[in-house]
């Protein structure tokens, strides 16, 4: 069994012209999620090769399916509910350090838009959680006044600092 599976960012285009349904307005990105649903299910091989891929590896693929795009709720449950979800994943490199990790319903959602602005589906959610965390994650040993770490959607989109400031040593006189 061979299972190929892909965001394709811009196939319903394809799909669309294809069947000559056309977009009313100025912005042909007004395309709503439940139209684009409908559209990717008429996928067919050949939009597959519209849209780049060569005709070698699409003649392998025998079934062609579209899915619909994962709701805000599913990202969130990729992110947080599997055994190995990247939020969990985390949680355990911050209790390594002592910390405790936490992320708010906030957060959570705004992360699953910064993945959706990437236009890669469930795979941009590891990356958007890397890149609020990682620089983190590695400054905690040397930060003993942190014992709980709390993502904020604040935090995820850059408003507040990644880590609080050292707070200041007094001076001691001589």
């Keep these: 069994l061979f299972i190929c599976g892909g965001t394709f960012s811009g196939i319903e285009k394809i799909v669309s012209a294809r069947l000559g349904k056309k977009v009313i307005g100025f912005d042909s990105t007004a395309i709503d999620e439940r139209s684009n649903a409908q559209l990717l299910r008429q996928l067919q091989p050949e939009d597959l090769l519209q849209f780049g891929l060569i005709p070698e590896f699409v003649g392998r693929l025998p079934v062609v399916v ?20 990247i939020a969990r994943q985390y ?17 959570l959602l705004e992360i699953v838009h910064k993945a959706r602005d990437r236009e890669t589906g469930a795979r941009a959610l590891r990356s958007v959680v890397e890149e609020i965390l990682l620089d983190v994650m590695f400054e905690l040993p040397s930060r003993k006044d942190i014992s709980e770490y709390t993502v904020t959607a604040e935090l995820v989109r850059g ?5 609080p400031s050292l707070p200041k040593k007094k001076r001691e006189t001589a």
């Design 91 to 107: 949680e355990k490199f911050f209790e390594m350090e002592g910390v405790k990790l936490d992320f708010t319903d906030d957060a």
């Design 159 to 163: 408003e507040i600092p990644k880590l």
């Design 66 to 85: 579209g899915l619909t795009p994962l709701t805000d709720d599913e990202m969130i449950e990729i992110t947080t509910k599997p055994r190995n979800a």
